[in-house]
Antibody
Framework: HLVQSGAEVGKPGESLKISCKAS????????IAWVRQMPGKGLEWMGI????????IYSPSVQGQVTFLTDSSITTAFLHWTSLQASDTGIYYC???????????????????WGQGTMVTVSS | DIQMTQSPTSLSASVGDRVTITCRAS??????LHWYQHKPGSAPKLLLY???TLQSGVPSRFSGRGSGTEFTLTIDSLQPDDFASYYC?????????FGQGTKVDIK
């Protein structure tokens, strides 16, 4: 299971970090994806992070806007903003990638286990 | 980036109907195509991976076909639990884009 941290409310310019903890599995040899859903929109792939060492691949749409972090000792991935914007409002999901593949093509690049989602609201 | 285009974007159907959703990729993606079901307030759920392989625990009324650039998700005999949004997603290259979604609601 992936268990995400609770809903957050922040102001523009503030920093924020949300978490995604893998429970029931002490392995760290897999990739965690971050997927967002903006209000009224569909799912958007933000990127993936390797739980063991924080190796990350970002979508160009979020590159430089967020940072993927991990703490393998507690099997937890984090999504970090240094400066929130109103446009960051949305639901953020973490998900486990089936296959152990990073950049490039990944036949097993589906996401079979998902967190429950974290609602992030950014408002002044 | 590879663009994934689903059609239709929404449809209305009745319990027992057969429903087909199409997903087209802007370039060749082999069978690196996966389907998800998403209901409001819940996490997305993997239905099929690599175009046609049913994820464990998913009812057999869900099926997928296709390769290259065109793919379909079919739901045979739509059930009340199937009213949801459906997304395709490619993993042929990064960014591993999703389609815009297809909302299936009750006629």
């Amino acid at each position: 299971h992936l268990v995400q941290s609770g809903a957050e409310v922040g102001k523009p310019g503030e920093s924020l970090k949300i978490s995604c903890k893998a429970s029931g599995d002490r392995s760290t040899n897999y990739w965690i994806a971050w997927v967002r859903q903006m209000p009224g929109k569909g799912l958007e792939w933000m990127g993936i992070v390797y739980l063991d060492d924080s190796d990350s691949i970002y979508s160009p749409s979020v590159q430089g806007q967020v940072t993927f972090l991990t703490d393998s000792s507690i099997t937890t991935a984090f999504l970090h903003w240094t400066s929130l914007q109103a446009s960051d409002t949305g639901i953020y999901y973490c998900a486990r990638q089936k296959g152990n593949c990073g950049s490039g093509g990944c036949e097993t690049g589906s996401f079979d286990i998902w967190g429950q989602g974290t609602m992030v609201t950014v408002s002044s | 980036d590879i663009q994934m285009t689903q059609s239709p974007t929404s449809l209305s159907a009745s319990v027992g109907d057969r429903v087909t959703i199409t997903c087209r990729a802007s370039q060749f993606i082999h069978t690196y195509l996966h389907w998800y079901q998403h209901k409001p307030g819940s996490a997305p759920k993997l239905l099929l991976y690599t175009a046609s392989t049913l994820q464990s625990g998913v009812p057999s009324r869900f099926s997928g076909r296709g390769s290259g650039t065109e793919f379909t998700l079919t739901i045979d005999s739509l059930q009340p639990d199937d009213f949801a949004s459906y997304y395709c997603q490619q993993s042929f290259e990064s960014p591993r884009t999703f389609g815009q979604g297809t909302k299936v609601d009750i006629k």
